[in-house]
Every structure is written in C-alpha cells, then in structure tokens.
C-alpha cells in the first residue's frame, strides 16, 4: 500500500492507524497535510496550510480569490520530508496562479493565464509533475481548453488541449497517468460580464475523457436531454477509476434532480436516485466531492443547504448527510470514512462517518472564511 | 410561529432550558408564513416602486434627449443632464436586484455596463463615432449589439466628457438611440415585474406553493436577502475598494462609478439608503421586524441601525463627487472610514443576520462555483 502523508494524521492525533500491510504508524504528524485558500479578516486572501494540530500551519498571502489547488508531490512520504509544491489557482474569472513551497510554506513562484484566458481554479498534475493541465476559458472563442505549464520550467505556458466542452471546471488523471477526465460544465461566462450566465438556453455539459498528450476527445458523455441544465462542476475519481459527479441545477427550482452522479469505463452517467427531503434540503446545489481513501464512501457538501451529505460509492446510493452551516470544502482525511470538512464560517474539522465523530482541528476565528475546496496532501 | 414562541418563552421562563439539550440553531428561525409575508411586504414597500420610479425616468430621459437633439447637436443638453442624474438615481435604487426580469436580456448590463475594467465604452464609442454608421443605431441591431454603448456610462461621456462630440449631429442621433434603449429597458423590466399573469411578483408572492423559480418562500427571501448584501457588497468592493486601493497614494478616482458626471459619491449615499429601505421598510412582515423577533434579534438591530445611521451621516458631510472628495483634505482617510463602515454592515448582515434567520449567505453559498 502507497503511504499517503495523510494517513500519518491519524497517528498525528494519537490514534493508531492500521494499514493494508498491518503496519501501525506512531509518527507525530507535523508539517502540512491539507491545504485550503481562505478569505482573511479584513478582506485579505490567502491560503493556508493544515496541519495535524489544526490550520496553524504558515498562511501564504494571495493576490485575489483563490479557489483549487493542484498538488505536484515531492519525493517524501513522511511529513517533513519534500512534500513537494502546491500551485494555488485563482477562483473565475481570475488569472494569477502561485505555486508555494509546501514545506517552507512560502511563494516559490507566481504566473498567470494569458490575456486572452482566464483560470476556473482548478489544476492536476501529470503523472511525473511535469506537466500542470488547469482548466481555462477561452472567454472569447466562448470554449473551454486545458492550459499545459512545464513546472520545470517556471511554469512557462506550453499550450493548450480543448476540453471538449464550454465552462471546464474540475479534472483530475486516471490511473493510467495518461487520460484527464474533465467536468465540462457546460455554462457560458465572459469576464466583460462579471460572472453572469450567458447560454442557459442552450447550455450542454459533458464529461469528456481527454488524452493528455494530443488533447484527443477519447469518450465524452451527457446527461439525458431533459437535464441540459444541470451543470457537470466537480468531481472525484477513486484509484480504479470510477468518476463520482457533484452537480448544481440550473433547471426550474421545484422539480428536483439528482445532484450526484457515477460514472465509470464506457458506460453511461448513473444518476443517484436520492430521497427528495434530501434534495430539497440541497438546494440544488453541490459545492464540492472527495472519496474517502478507501475509495468506499464519497462525501458532496451542499453549501446552499448547509448539508455535507454521504454517499456509497459502490452501490451508488445516499447514506447519511450531518449539518455544516456555509460547509463546503471537503477532502480525505486518511482512513475509512473519514473526511476533512471546512466552511465559510471559519470551522475545520475531521468527519469520522463510520463513527459519527467530528474531531475538530480549527474552531474560526471571527473573519476566517474557508473557500470552497481542500486539497488533502 | 406565534405558538412555537410562547412555547420557547414558557420553557426559558422556568430555567428548564438549562436543563435539556441545546436548542438547535433553527428552532426559533422564521417560517415559511414570515418569508411570505416578508416577500409580500417587500415587493410592494420596495421593488414594485423602484421599478416604477426607473420606469418614470427612462421615459423623461428619452423626452429630453430627443428635445435636446432637436437641433442636430447636444450642446448645453442641460435639460438632458438634469434627466441623466434622475436616470441615475432611480437606477442606484435597483441596481443590486440582480435577479428575475433584470437577468433577461442581459438588462442589467445594457442599462449600465460597469465596471468596465477593460475600457470598452470609451473603445467601441470612439469607434462608432470616428465611422459613423446609421445602421448601427438601427434599433433592435442597437439593442443586440455590445453592451458598453448603449448604457448609462455610454450616454455619461457623450454628456459630460465629450465637448468635441457635441456639435456631431451622429453622437445626437446616438444619445437619442441610447435613450430610446433605457426607456426600453426600463419599461421592460416593470412590465415583467408588474404587469400579467406571469408577472415576476405574482412569482414571487405565490412561491411558497413552490415554482420554476423559487422552491419555496424562504428561497425567495433569500434572493431578498442577497440583494441587500449585493448592495452592500458592490459599494465595498466596486465603488470604494476599487478607487482607494490601501493607501492615499494608489487612490485610482477615474476608477469611481459616474466620475464624469460627479456622482459618485451620490451613487453610493442612494445605494445605502436603497439597502436601509431593504432592511427596515416592510413594517411587520420586513427583515428588521423578523429579526427583531428572534431571540438576540433586538441587538443586532440596533448594531445595524447604528452602522447605517453613522454612514449615510458621514456620506451627508461629503460632496457628491468622488474626486473632490478625495481632492480635500483628509477626504482619502473619509472615504476609508466609509468604506471600513460599509465593510461592517456587509459583515453583519453576511454573518448574524443571514444566520438568525437562517438565510445562508455564506462565503461559499453565496456566490458559489
């Protein structure tokens, strides 16, 4: 089994951990192990690092909003040792990009999107490191396309693969370290128009199984006709390669959808047949997705509804959901069932679903809001 | 509701409160009756009449351009001016309802295209006007191309900035096309809002029943709720933020909303009185009453009160121009304090109020992506 940093968190809270192999870890988990951009008191953004004892970790300045991050690993695996660098993208319509050496917790660079791009704020690493693939907007082609950057050569912008679709927002590698699998969107923006909706009418999202290196369409899928409206934005994708979809709807507000979908190899998008309290109580909106490091239980934060909800990845049906006013960002948290959470009002803490315990790492302080997502390291 | 109050009352009034668990946050939170009753009580107290007053004014906009033109050229356009500044003032009521008949049509952006970060306006009216081209002014072409020209900012600079312009019978032949489209835009959204079965208020008056639009009533009193934060939200961040930047020296006035015509400052006094009016008119069934009616609801409201009271009495002392203003002694270190009081009223009403009555507008589900 692949030692993720994360897995020693349970270690760095004094809890034995038990891996695959049966080894324990007793390791005090010290440096980072999750990162998350934040809006500060005063208006200030940032992003900070999370360590085992909470968000105490180094805070990096930002120049704006940030909103995903992509993490390019460094050779360690023990905390401490080379976690490697973080590239923290602007939220839309921005176009700054800062990569933060993860261990010192400073800026080792910043660059930005072309004049004629801008980011969506989400980013992955090729296999290697080499290559950051972010999703942009080619605002006034009105399509989506994958920025390539060469982080071994400061970043310098290599070119571009389309996305297949309008709007890309998240997108993440396949296991064969060849294949990017992209949530096209499918909703038209231009920064001239600030973040307003251009194309609900005809708007069309996909998921569109992209090859890395030539930018060749490999698969694409859609949802059926009747629900061109609801938006493909996030997802999460297990180490076998099934895709898990969080979704938001911009279809009429009482006819309820599903907003969580799977789908996985050649076959078609399954949408999870869900309760409709708890639709209802979602508002028709998901903020983000994480699989847990299992790969069993998903976890889909409905921010509109101040719900995270749970799902089994396997049998691809609702679980259980628990209250998080303003939750949004989720990430794995090392071990089964078990999800770091953050909300805008400032609390982080670690969801045990299996037990039903929240840990707290971070209680807010008053003007520290957590942006939508974090990046589990 | 009144029932679920007097049962809380009774149960706080024996200390057994103490003794069970913590009430959950939602307990004491508004009902769908008080959202209801909130959205009624707003439509007709606030949105219907701003829609109204801008409908009043698109219409003498276009009167007196078209008066001014009579003689081929802009010229003193006083009558114009005056008619511009009434235009802008009942817009700066219902700039921040971002929702309903205002995102058809890409309204919002045609009445004002703004900010223009990228200098657009000035680009494309230069263009126009160094190649004038009748056809461009073809009504529903006019309507349907760029959005910079055909707005208020546009009609701004013919009036205020453009002496040269003046005496071009073309740039007269503009500011009337610019006024038809306002008077357009304005009439439209009143329409939508006001007029038929499908009128937008009828939506929002029957949402509790649940519709395409809103889920329930409460969904439509949070769109209340975020426009009062948009409101605030766009003076911070747009208006002041944007101009004054950290520190005297990067002030940026060319930056401030209508700096041509000098009200920028006079923008922001009516944008804040629109959010007060939000807040506070409504009587029984509006947000202060609502709030005042949950527990710990009274402080807030006062700290509110205060907060919009101390603003608007700081914006009252200050011109009506933004550069002036900031031309004065200490008027960057005024404009600071405003803007450090808006930033308070956004926190409050972000914060304790969207939570008391359980209205999230919250950092990430307020404006998500």
Not at chain 1, 6 to 30: D, I, N
Not at chain 2, 237 to 245: A, E, H
């Amino acid at each position: 089994m692949a030692i993720s940093r994360r897995s020693l968190l349970t270690a760095g809270l004094g809890l034995p951990l038990v891996g695959h192999a049966g080894m324990a870890f007793a390791v005090s988990g010290r440096g980072p192990l999750a990162v998350g951009a934040s809006a500060e008191t005063g208006g200030r953004f940032a992003v900070r690092m999370i360590t085992g004892q909470g968000a105490d970790g180094d805070i990096v300045d930002l120049p704006g909003r940030g909103h995903g991050a992509a993490w390019r690993r460094g050779a360690g695996v023990i905390p401490g040792e080379d976690p490697g660098e973080v590239v923290i993208l602007a939220r839309r319509p921005g176009r700054f990009a800062v990569v933060i050496d993860v261990a010192e917790g400073r800026v080792k660079q910043r660059f930005e999107a072309p004049r004629a791009r801008h980011f969506y704020g989400h980013g992955v690493f090729s296999r290697d490191g080499r290559r950051l693939f972010a999703t942009e907007n080619d605002f006034d082609g009105g399509r989506g396309v994958i920025g390539v950057y060469d982080a071994e050569n400061g970043y310098r912008r290599l070119g571009e693969l389309p996305s297949h679709g309008i709007g890309p927002h998240e997108l993440a590698l396949l296991s064969d370290g060849r294949r990017l699998v992209v949530a096209n969107g499918g909703i038209r923006t231009h920064p001239d128009s600030g973040r307003r909706k251009l194309n609900l009418a005809t708007m069309a999202p996909n998921l569109a199984y992209v090859d890395s290196d030539s930018g060749a369409l490999l698969q694409r899928f859609s949802l059926p006709e009747d629900l061109h409206l609801l938006s493909i934005r996030h997802l999460a994708v297990s180490r076998d390669d099934a895709v898990c979809l969080a979704l938001q709807n911009e279809g009429p507000r009482n006819r309820l959808v599903p907003l969580v979908g799977f789908q996985r190899d050649g076959t078609e998008i399954a949408l999870a047949e869900t309760p409709a309290a708890v639709l209802k109580s979602m508002r028709h909106y998901c903020g983000s997705a994480a699989l847990d490091d299992s790969g069993r239980y998903l976890a889909v934060s409905a921010p509109r509804g101040g719900r995270i909800t749970f799902w089994s990845a396997k049998e691809r049906r609702y679980l259980a959901e628990i209250s998080v006013a303003d939750g949004c960002g989720l990430a794995p948290a090392g071990g089964v069932g078990r999800f770091f959470i953050s909300s805008g009002q400032g609390r982080l803490f670690i969801y045990d679903l299996t037990r039903g315990r929240e840990t707290a790492l971070y209680g807010g302080a008053p003007g520290l809001a957590w942006d939508n997502h974090l990046l589990a390291l | 509701m009144t029932q679920r109050r007097q049962f809380l009352g009774f149960c706080g009034g024996l200390g057994l409160g103490l003794t069970l668990r913590p009430l959950p946050a939602f307990a004491a939170a508004p009902d769908q009756d008080d959202f209801a009753e909130l959205n009624n009580a707003l439509l007709d107290q606030c949105l219907l009449p701003r829609y109204e007053a801008l409908a009043v004014a698109g219409e003498s906009l276009e009167g007196a351009l078209r008066r001014d033109c009579a003689d081929g050229g802009l010229g003193g356009a006083e009558e114009s001016k005056k008619a511009f500044h009434a235009m802008m003032d009942a817009w700066m009521a219902a700039q921040h309802l971002r929702f309903g008949p205002s995102e058809l049509f890409l309204r919002a952006d045609r009445m004002q295209f703004w900010p223009d970060k990228r200098g657009v306006t000035g680009r494309r009216l230069s263009q126009l006007l160094a190649n004038p081209d009748p056809a461009a002014l073809e009504p529903q072409r006019f309507a349907q191309g760029s959005v910079a020209i055909q707005g208020l900012p546009a009609l701004e600079r013919l009036l205020f900035d453009m002496p040269e312009a003046a005496e071009q019978p073309f740039a007269c032949d503009l500011a009337v096309r610019i006024g038809e489209n306002l008077k357009e835009i304005s009439a439209g959204l009143l329409a939508d809002w006001r007029d038929g079965p499908s009128a937008y208020a009828a939506v929002l008056r029957n949402a509790r029943q649940g519709d395409a639009e809103f889920l329930d009533a409460k969904e439509a009193s949070l769109q209340l709720a975020k426009s009062l934060r948009s409101a605030l939200l766009i003076v911070v961040d747009f208006k002041l933020q944007r101009v004054l930047g950290e520190a005297v020296r990067n002030a940026k006035p060319k930056r401030a909303e209508s700096w041509r015509s000098g009200r920028s400052l006079r923008n922001i006094e009516i944008n804040l009185e629109a959010a007060q009016a939000l807040y506070q008119n409504g009587g029984q069934g509006g947000f202060s009453a609502l709030l005042r009616r949950q527990p710990d609801g009274p402080t807030l409201h006062v700290e509110i009160e205060a907060v919009f009271r101390r603003t608007r009495k700081k914006l009252a002392n200050l011109p009506a121009s933004m550069t002036e203003a900031l031309e004065e002694e200490g008027g960057w270190q005024r404009l600071s304090a405003v803007r450090d009081d808006v930033s308070q009223l956004l926190a409050l009403i972000s914060g304790p109020f969207s939570q008391m009555l359980d209205l999230p507008l919250g950092f990430n589900s307020f404006d998500g992506d």
